[in-house]
Structure formats: C-alpha cells, structure tokens
C-alpha cells in the first residue's frame, strides 16, 4: 500500500509538473503577444505622429499662402483706391478747367 501511495504521488507531482510547465508555456506565449500587441500600437502611435506633424506643416504652409494672398489683395486694393483717388482729382481738374473755359467764353461773348 505504501507503493501504491508513493506511485500516486509521483503521478501526481508529474501532473503537477505538467501542468506548472503548461502555464509557465501559456504565460510566456501571453507576454510574447502582449508584446506584439504593445509594439504593433506603438508602431500606429508614431505613424499618427508622423501624421500630425505632416498636417502641421501643411497647414503652416496654408497659414503663409493665406498671408501671402491677404498681402497681395491689400496692395492691389491699395492701388485700386490710389487709381481711383487720381481719377477723382483728374475729372475735378477737368471740370474747373470746363467751367474757367466757360467763364472766358461767355466773358468774350460779352464783349
């Protein structure tokens, strides 16, 4: 009977044994996906960033073709209201010089 006891317990512990080397096996299986999954996101994270740092650059870029636009328009606008300003003042020349020749004209028909 006592080798009959020892024989179980060695099955037993045998069991064990396999049973603490199916864990031991499964956790190191888990850890290695763990880590796939952990690099794999990590992988995304710095793509994102890469993303994120391309459209900055691409709205920086937006930023200066809007600033360099408002430019140009403010100095075409600029010129525009200078245009205008001269003509103003040519057609004001124009209609005193009409009027002086109106007042000589009508002066020498007096005469």
Known sequence: EMEDLKQRLGEREREM?????EMREREIREKEEMKREIDELNKEYKE??????????????????IAELTQQFEKRERER???????????????????????????????
């Open 17 to 21: 044994d396999e049973e603490r080397e």
């Open 81 to 111: 209201e200078e245009e205008q300003r001269k003509a103003e003042e040519r057609r004001r020349e124009i209609e005193e010089q009409l009027k002086k020749m109106d007042r000589e004209r009508e002066e020498r028909e007096r005469e």
């Open 48 to 65: 994102r960033e890469r993303e994120i740092e391309n459209l900055k650059q691409k709205n920086k870029e937006r930023e200066r073709e």
